[in-house]
């Protein structure tokens, strides 16, 4: 009965590392998961795709972005952007610096620097700062659910590439 008791416990324990094992990887495959994620946002953004922006967020998103009222639901996630999106050439540097996701939530926060230029008037607008993006998984996709910018002293022009 002893060794019998025995053989339970070494198979609990073996099953136990096998699972914060697994844990491991499967954290690790979201948090890259979530970083491709981040990474369509500004392409989705610099092709001037709208439609394509809206598939990352979730019904309820919430966004909030510095010195602007936040948008709740895409509805009025789509009419802020449809304004903006597609009018001017725009080059983005992101710096992620958290990225950190269990099985249906996740979030990323990065450093990011962006350059627009509008097309009719060539007037240049630059914009740099901190985001949180918080992501939940929804038919096994990762959405964003909310998605906040802020100005940050400690993200200073120029970017890490020289981006200026």
């Known amino acids: 009965m002893r060794s019998f008791m025995k053989i339970k416990i070494q198979n609990l324990s073996s099953l136990a590392f096998f699972l914060i094992v697994l844990a491991g990887c499967i954290d690790q495959k979201n ?3 979530l970083e491709a994620e981040g990474g369509k946002w500004a392409n989705f953004y ?3 795709d709208l439609d394509g ?4 967020y979730t019904e309820n998103a919430v966004v909030a972005l510095h010195g602007q ?3 709740f639901g895409k509805d009025a996630i789509r009419n802020y952007f449809k304004s903006r999106i ?3 050439d725009v080059t983005f540097e992101l710096d992620y610096e ?3 996701s269990d099985t249906t939530l996740g979030y990323i926060i990065s450093k990011y620097w962006l350059v ?4 009719d008037s060539g007037q240049v607008y630059r914009d740099a700062g901190r985001s949180l993006l918080v992501y ?4 096994n996709q990762w959405k964003i659910a909310a998605d906040i910018d802020q100005s940050t002293p400690d993200v200073r022009w120029p970017s890490p590439s020289g981006l200026n």
């Open 31 to 33: 948090s890259q998961a």
């Open 46 to 48: 610099k092709a001037g």
């Open 53 to 56: 922006l809206m598939t990352l």
């Open 69 to 71: 009222p936040a948008l």
């Open 86 to 88: 597609g009018k001017a």
């Open 98 to 100: 958290v990225r950190e």
């Open 116 to 119: 627009a230029k509008n097309r």
């Open 136 to 139: 939940r998984k929804e038919k």
